[in-house]
Each structure stands twice: as C-alpha cells, then as structure tokens.
C-alpha cells in the first residue's frame, strides 16, 4: 500500500499579524491559525496520488497544543491518521533541529513510508529548508519546488521550474518533495468532515520523551537570533518631486546602476560618468 | 545522550576561508555569485581571509576567470563531462567533500531555486546552521558572521549567528548586493580537483531539461515589476505600463481596483489573493498601498513608488518615493529609458 507523509505547519493568518513595534516580538497568541498553504497543496497532491493508486496519507505537525487544529482540517479534507509534535522542549527549534525532530518521529511512527510530501516554504518563515533538511535526515533523495508529480512503479515523476529551466525528475523511492502552491488547488472541506474530524478520529501526540530524545530546541539548534526588529525604518524612503524629467533623470543617477544590473543593461546618459 | 550532537559533523574552521558557491547556470539573468564574491570580499577584509569561488561542471574557464575578475582570491573548480546537468545530488556530495576538506569559515549560496535547496542540504551534512535570504551580512568584533534575515513573513528582520558550529552559512537572494566592476587583470588561483571516482549512486535524475521561452515569464519570477494602480488614471494609460515594462525586461501586476475597472487582465493582480510577487526592482505607479497589496509585494527589493499623495501607505513603503503624478512620470521614464538603452 501507498504510505504517504504529508507535514504541516500552523501558521498565523497574515492579515491577523500583529507585532509590537516597542519590544519587536511578534504577539504570536494574537494571531488566528491557519494550515500553512504551500502545505494545503501538499496535502492535495497526497490526496490525488490516493485517489489514483489507493494508500494511506499520515499527516504530522510540530506546534504548540493549537496547531492541533490544522491536523483535524487534514482529517477532514481527507488524511487518515494524524501525529501531532508537541513539547515546550521543542520551542525554538530552527530549520536544522526541526528537520531533526521531524525524521526521529517519522522513523518511530511511520518507517514504512514511500514519500513524504511537503509545502516548499512556510508564509510566516519562509525559509523553505525543513523539506530538503528532512530528507536528508531522513537520508532519502529530495526534490523541492515541484509542481506537478506521477508515480509510476517505484519511480515518481515530477516536472518544476527551477531557475527558468523546466525540469523533469524521476525519482527513486522513498522520497520527498516539496510542492509549490501552482498547481494541487486544495479541494473545499466538506462540513460532514469537518464534524467527523472533532467526533472520530484520534491524534497521535508525542513529545519529546516519547522519540527518546534529550533536546532543547533553542540550545540545540545551531543559529542563535540575537535580536529582532522593525524593517519599515530601514527602508531608505528618500522622497523626490519636481518637473518629471528631472525626476527621471535624479532617479536613474542613483539607481540606474542598479535598476540597469536587473536588467543586464548600461543605463548610463551618454558620455556621463558614473 | 543528545543524538542531535551525535549526527553532527560539525568542524572547527581551519582557514577562516570565505566561500562562495559558483552559480552560474542562468548567469546572464542571475549574478547572484558576482555579486556575493563582492560582499565576500568586504567581510574578508575584516577577518583577514581569502574569498574563494567553488564551481562544478564542464567547460567552466569562462566562469573561472568571471570570479577572480569578479573578486574571487581562489578558485576551487571540479570539471566534468558528468556535471554538465546541474544535478542536486552530485552537487551536495561534491560540496560537501570539498567542504570537510578545507573547512571553510563561511559558505555564502546565492538563494536561487538551486541555491536554496542545495543549501540547506550541505548544510545539514555539515551539521551547521544556515539562514535563509540574508538581506545583510556583516563580521561583529569576535570575528562572527551576523546574518540579517526576513523573520516572520518579512514583517521583521532578524540577526541570526551560528556561534560555534562551522561553516556559517547564508543563502543571498540575487539583487541583495552589488557586483564591483570586473577586473580581468587581476590575478588568482585556480585549484583543480579531481572528480571523485565514488560518488554514491544517483536516486534523483533530471530527465529533460529546457531553458523556459522567455515570453511565459512569470510575473512571480520578474526580477523587475511595474504595479500600476487607479493612479494611473484610465485603461489607455494604463497600457503606458506594459511599454514600460517591455524596455526594462519586466512584467506588469495591477491592483484590485485596476482589474475591477477592467483595465487590466484579473492575471495581473498583485494582492493576497492575486500574485505575490518578489521582484528585486519594483516601481509603483499610482499605488495606494491597501494591506491586501502590501502583502504580496514584501519581498520586493528596491521599491520606487510614485504617487500623487505623498502621505499614500505605498510611499511609506517606499524606498524611493516620487512625489508627482504617475501617468506623467510614467511618461518621462520610458522617454529617457529609450534613449539610454538605445546602443
């Protein structure tokens, strides 16, 4: 049978974002959870891969308690067993620890799995390293930004854009993949579901004694954050106005180098210096 | 028992080398490797190290002699005919050889789609820390590197270290820093290694590949975006934007009210629930700056807006803010444009 992992991050809806421009800290109990999307469409390329070969779909989140409820959507859109990471020793954890943590609870719970799918990056990190950190954790071959995949015997085809160049893959198993949001619209949740998931199913939860782990996320992880703030002053915001043609010209004074790099071309004023 | 510190490689860094990974398989679109050879070398200038270029593949003096003139103190180069694809696998383990080898004190990636998935993974296998799309990179006084990052959807930034694990590792997004002018005078040296004979076997292999035809770009991938907004004043001034964006190799995005208005295809739309986009040059034209916008633009680079009311959110968010009107502007931009690229 087809196992399938699919991992999924709670993550704070951006219009709920709220941070404190004072102490710099995100009031991250403010903020209304939602599944991360990248990892909707992970989820939905599980679901269509099941609907084509049959199989069983194991969702896993690592999160406070809350991110609880991303896995009961999962159950509900149409995942079949749900493992929920849950451990103040956990907290803090960066790319690095939290692929590590990750790969110790899918050997414990899952080791039989043919692929684990992921979203290619998270919309509060955006980092876009747990998936291919996973699999090396996991020590199994990777592919991230896909966007479309078939399985075929033990091989999974998939085709991204990587770098302007299409690309088409094929990949042993087990494997993994993180999927970008392009294609896999997620299917609608069906209420009927949503009610089954809170009534029916169970969660699996574990902590860190559970994967016999002595770890704390902050200490262990190799990056240290030394201080967090405010972007928004550090934009240069220099304010121009005047005749447009003189605009036009201050601008491409200072940018032109710039704007013209992009571009792969000499923005210089003839015979002006620069 | 901590297993963490168990599966970690990590290494003390022997040379206080700094390495840049040699990226060049879209080089006439992205000079993200120029231009962290020419960050590399203002760090190096603080630590005393030399910047060196790692670069795999076939045929490669043309980018060989592009990096020392580009900065590039040493040059470590694996040359061969199997390396022609930019194979993930290959490239990871080749890395991470020539890493444990020569213990570099810093790894800069340029965060392409490659980069930033070759990255992480080298990373992993050196048991390191690495922080993603660095905005800033800079040496403190106990000769650390301290990352500046996007933290929390780019609302905020970050200084990240990795205070004892080595390398340090960073991924750059192409457009972050600038390139210095080449030199081709200048001198470097060139270390050739041999393609190691057992490499593990390949489980992931890329079975097609084709340079995507430049008309489908997508405005997600545009390096350069012109938004427009109602600013703009009407349907037919609006399309001043696609002669704009047309000279400078962009795409166009559209606020909702322009697609509402119909002036603009439902395609363009740049907001929370349209596109998000990346560019590392975007110009607004007429903008207002609703929040449903200025979401999906955060990770622009250089922001120039242009707007009648400078007290517009869009204007605040700017880096450089005009201060006129945007059809006008527009107007000026693509005259003067025209004359400069005309050669």
Not at chain 2, 153 to 173: C, D, F, H, S, Y
């Amino acid at each position: 049978m087809l196992n399938l992992i699919v991992c999924i991050k709670q993550v704070p809806m951006v219009s709920e974002l709220n941070w404190d421009p004072r102490t710099g800290t995100l009031k991250r109990d403010l903020a209304e959870g939602m599944m991360n999307p990248a990892c909707h469409h992970a989820l939905e390329a599980a679901l269509r891969l099941k609907d084509l070969h049959g199989g069983h779909i194991t969702a896993i989140t690592m999160g406070p308690p809350m991110a609880e409820e991303v896995l009961r959507e999962a159950l509900a859109i149409g995942a079949d067993r749900c493992i929920l990471l849950t451990d103040r020793r956990m907290a803090g954890a960066d790319t690095f620890m939290t692929s590590f943590i990750l790969a110790r609870a899918i050997e414990k719970e899952c080791p039989d799995f043919n692929i684990v799918l992921c979203g290619c990056h998270t919309s509060d990190s955006e980092t876009a390293q747990v998936g291919p950190q996973l699999a090396e954790e996991l020590k199994i071959p990777g592919a991230a930004y896909v966007e479309w995949l078939e399985l075929k015997e033990n091989v999974l085809r998939m085709k991204r854009l990587s770098d302007n160049f299409l690309e088409t893959l094929e990949m042993d198993l087990p494997g993994l993949v993180t999927v970008t949001t392009s294609q896999y619209q997620p299917r609608y949740v069906p209420l009927a579901g949503i009610q089954d998931a809170y009534d029916k199913y169970d969660i699996t939860t574990l902590d860190a004694d559970d994967l016999k782990l002595k770890i704390t996320g902050i200490k262990d992880s190799p990056t240290r954050i030394l201080k967090v703030y405010s972007p928004d002053s550090k934009k240069k915001n220099i304010e121009m106005k005047g005749p447009a043609k003189i605009i036009v010209e201050e601008l491409l004074e200072k940018f032109g180098r710039k704007i013209g790099g992009e571009i792969q071309k000499d923005l210089k004023a003839y015979g002006q210096d620069q | 028992m901590n297993q963490t510190a168990q599966t970690a490689t990590a290494y003390t860094a022997k040379a206080k080398d700094i390495w840049v990974f040699g990226d060049y398989r879209n080089y006439f679109q992205t000079r993200v490797t120029l231009q962290l050879l020419s960050r590399a070398g203002d760090l190096a200038a603080k630590t005393g190290s030399a910047v060196c270029a790692v670069v795999f593949g076939h045929n490669l003096d043309e980018y060989v002699n592009e990096y020392i003139a580009h900065g590039a103190d040493k040059v470590y180069v694996i040359e061969h005919l199997s390396l022609k694809k930019y194979s993930m696998e290959i490239y990871i383990s080749l890395m991470e050889r020539l890493a444990k080898q020569y213990m570099p004190d810093i790894i800069l990636v340029g965060a392409t789609s490659f980069g930033r998935e070759f990255a992480p993974r080298v990373a992993k296998r050196l048991g390191t820390g690495l922080t993603a799309d660095c905005v800033g990179l800079d040496i403190n006084e106990d000769g650390i590197l301290v990352q500046t990052a996007p933290a929390f959807g780019g609302n905020l930034l970050a200084e990240i270290i990795t205070p004892e694990r080595r390398p340090q590792m960073a991924t750059v997004r192409p457009g972050t820093f600038q390139e210095i002018p080449h030199d081709y005078i200048r001198k470097g040296q060139v270390i050739r290694i041999p393609m190691p004979e057992d490499l593990p076997k390949e489980r992931l292999k890329i079975v097609h590949y084709q340079r995507k035809p430049h008309r489908g770009q997508r405005i997600e991938d545009a390096d350069v975006v012109i938004c427009g907004g109602r600013g703009m004043g009407s349907k037919n001034r609006f399309k001043k934007l696609f002669e704009l964006a047309r000279l400078l190799g962009g795409e166009v995005g559209a606020t909702r009210p322009v697609v509402y208005s119909d002036w603009a295809d439902p395609e363009l739309l740049v907001g929370q629930a349209g596109k998000h986009i990346n560019p590392n040059v975007l110009f607004s034209f007429g903008v207002s700056g609703a929040i449903q916008h200025t979401a999906a633009i955060r990770d622009a680079g250089l922001i120039i807006a242009v707007n009648k009311n400078p007290n517009a959110t869009m204007m605040k968010k700017a880096d450089v803010a005009i201060v006129a009107d945007a059809n006008q502007l527009c107007v000026a931009l693509i005259k003067e444009l025209k004359k400069r690229i005309r050669s």
